[in-house]
């Protein structure tokens, strides 16, 4: 947690316990804006994952390449070459 520093005319014209509570508020706003932020752990978790997608996708890829391959030389077999 950083620390509030507030400037001695505004804790002037506050006084203490508004002082007081107005670095409460800030504190917990602070809490709360720190809990969106992603950890280093959830960044690493992300790239395994993206890993993962990229290495079914590159295997996806081949299959489709292949089954392409059989229907080209299905329809060329039935259309071109004639028995």
Not at 10 to 16: S, T, V
Not at 27 to 35: N, P, S, T, V
Not at 37 to 59: G, P, W
């Amino acid at each position: 947690m950083s620390v509030i520093a507030i400037p001695k005319p505004l804790r002037e014209k506050l006084g203490d316990d508004a002082t007081d509570a107005l670095v409460a508020v800030l504190g917990k706003f602070e809490q709360e804006a720190q809990r969106g932020l992603a950890t280093k752990e959830d960044i690493a978790s992300l790239k395994l994952e993206i890993a993962e997608i990229r290495s079914e996708l590159k295997l996806l890829k081949w299959m489709v390449g292949i089954m392409l391959a059989g229907v080209i030389s299905l329809v060329i077999k039935a259309f071109i070459i004639i028995n």
